[in-house]
Nanobody
């Protein structure tokens, strides 16, 4: 399976971006999709995730009011709407995949995820 992330860029504080993660080459098993981010010198943290059926989602407390995650049932694309961006949101954003049950949104540990896309860079200027 391959993951293709897109949608990053440079935006001013208060702006918005929409990230997309498209999975291809899967073998028909159900999987959760997630977005992690990693800032320079920092660890990789979970931002948001969604189950295969799209009904169960997770968003981190640090971004809960500014992030909307969406995924259609059995869809291979995960969308992440980032609003009211702050300079501290500057990071590389990575999408990840975990094979799991259709209703499981994936979990917070990066070690649950077996496939990763290349990062898409988000830079927020003050």
């Amino acid at each position: 399976v391959q993951l293709q992330a897109s949608g990053g860029g440079l935006v001013q504080a208060g702006g918005a971006l929409r990230l997309s993660c498209a999975a291809s080459g899967d073998d028909g098993r159900s999987y959760a999709l997630a977005w992690f981010r990693q800032s320079p010198g920092g660890g990789r943290e979970l931002v948001a995730a969604a189950s295969w059926d799209g009904k169960n989602t997770f968003t981190s407390d640090s971004m809960k009011d500014r992030v909307t995650i969406s995924r259609k049932r059995a869809g291979n694309t995960l969308y992440l709407q980032l609003d009211s961006l702050k300079p501290e949101d500057t990071a590389d954003y990575y999408c990840a995949l975990r094979y799991t049950t259709p209703t499981n949104w994936g979990g917070t540990s990066r070690y649950f995820y077996v496939a990763w896309g290349r990062g898409t860079q988000v830079t927020v200027s003050s």
